[in-house]
Structure formats: C-alpha cells, structure tokens
C-alpha cells in the first residue's frame, strides 16, 4: 500500500494569515492520463471528514477560493490564503491511485 | 440531494460481528458511476479504508489487507443501501465508522455517513 506522510502533524494559527501542509507519497500518484490522484479532506470537530480539493489542484464545489492545492509525484501542498475562524480542524491527504485507499496522518490546524 | 444515513449498535461484545448499514438517497446503490465505501477512525489508526462495493455489470469488492479475512460489504438493492459485516471483532476495532460515495472517474470521496461510533467491550 502507498504511505502517505504529513507535516506539520500539528499547525498553530492566526486568524488572517497564511498557512500550509506538506502530504508526502510514498509512489508517485501521478497517473498515465496526467492527472495526480490526491485529495484534501477537512474534518471539522465533530463532522463527517468534507472534500476541498482533488487531483491535487482543483477546488470541490463550494471551496473558498482561500484554499488551493499545489504539486505533482510524490509531493503536495495545501494552502490556505488567509484563514478564517470556521478553517480549524483535521486536515488530511488521501491518495485514490490505487485501490486501497491510504490517508496521511492528519494535520491538526487550531488557533 | 444525495445522503448518506448510517444506522447500527454502538456496543459489540468482542469476538461478535459488528454490522452497519448506510442508507442511500438520490442516487442507487447499483449506479455504475459510484462506489461504495467503508472507512473507520481512531486515535490510534487515524483514517483508516477499509473496502467498497461497486456495480458495473456485476457486483465487486474490494477490502484492505488488514481486514479482509473479517469483512463482507453487501448491496442491497431492495431497500438501496450497503452494510459492513466484520467478524471476530476485538477492543481494535472500536472506531468512528463512515460509509461513503467514491467517484471512480476522480477517486474523491464526495458524499459521507454522518459516522457511527462503535465500541468493542464486553
């Protein structure tokens, strides 16, 4: 099965500034048809995980444009511009390229 | 709208089967665009997959290593939801249980159970 890594595994915070996560792969996800099968997940306290971005760079329905996904292979970034009170939570990679499914650890995003 | 509505016993006793059902509304279990999926939390494994069951043409599965000799994901087509049966179940496999909607052109998990928390204890 593919690893998946993150880091931090813990992000401190201020509302208003930037901030970001490094997911590592273990294979690469990039995909024969050129696409990066990655995803970003945030799980709120207390909700269901909830998709921000797939295919490493593009933003799910109703995303604020604030959050963007960037890299290739093995390596990926989530971003958020400037962050908001409602963007705490569990941050978390996710890689689709093969059939098992394989999260990373998670990212614990907090003020 | 699709959802997902997750039911089941919060309580197994161990060496038990743990059973869940996910009740489907606004799409069928049997579409050939979805995949239906299983996937557990704890503090000690994190997000953790462990299987799906998809329609095309016929019925497929697919299970994790770690589970695949205890689990069994079946469609039921007549009341449209899926259920996860794990055998043999130990205080490990106290969890948050999600099912959720797999988008096999993307991969993305676009829809989710609200999650049942299941204890293992006797």
């Known amino acids: 099965d593919i690893v998946m890594t993150q880091s931090p595994l813990s992000l401190p915070v201020t509302p208003g500034e930037p901030a970001s996560i490094s997911c590592r792969s273990s294979?690469?996800?990039?995909?024969?048809?050129?696409?990066?099968?990655l995803d970003w997940y945030l799980q709120k306290p207390g909700q269901s995980p909830q998709l921000l971005i797939y295919f490493g760079s593009n933003r799910a329905s109703g995303v604020p444009d604030r959050f963007s996904g960037s890299g290739s292979g093995t390596d990926f970034t989530l971003r958020i511009s400037r962050v908001e009170a409602e963007d705490v939570g569990l941050y978390y990679c996710m890689q689709t390229l093969q059939t098992r499914i394989t999260f990373g650890p998670g990212t614990r995003v907090d003020f | 709208q699709i959802q997902l509505q997750q039911s089941g016993p919060g309580l197994v006793k161990p060496s038990q089967t743990l059973s869940l059902a996910c009740a489907i509304s606004?799409?069928?279990?049997?579409?050939?665009?979805?995949?239906w999926n299983w996937i557990r939390q704890s503090p000690s494994r994190g997000l953790e997959w462990l299987g799906r069951?998809?329609?095309?043409?016929?019925?497929?599965?697919d299970y994790a290593l770690s589970v695949k000799s205890r689990l069994t994901i079946r469609a039921d087509t007549s009341n449209n939801h899926v259920s996860l049966h794990l055998n043999s179940v130990t205080p490990e496999d106290t969890a948050i249980y999600y099912c959720a909607r797999g988008n096999p052109g993307s991969g993305v998990l676009d829809y989710w159970g609200q999650g049942t928390l299941v204890t293992v204890s006797s």
């Open positions: 294979q690469s996800l990039l995909h024969s048809n050129g696409f990066n099968y």
């Open positions: 606004g799409d069928s279990v049997s579409t050939d665009t979805a995949a």
């Open positions: 069951t998809y329609y095309r043409s016929k019925w497929y599965n």
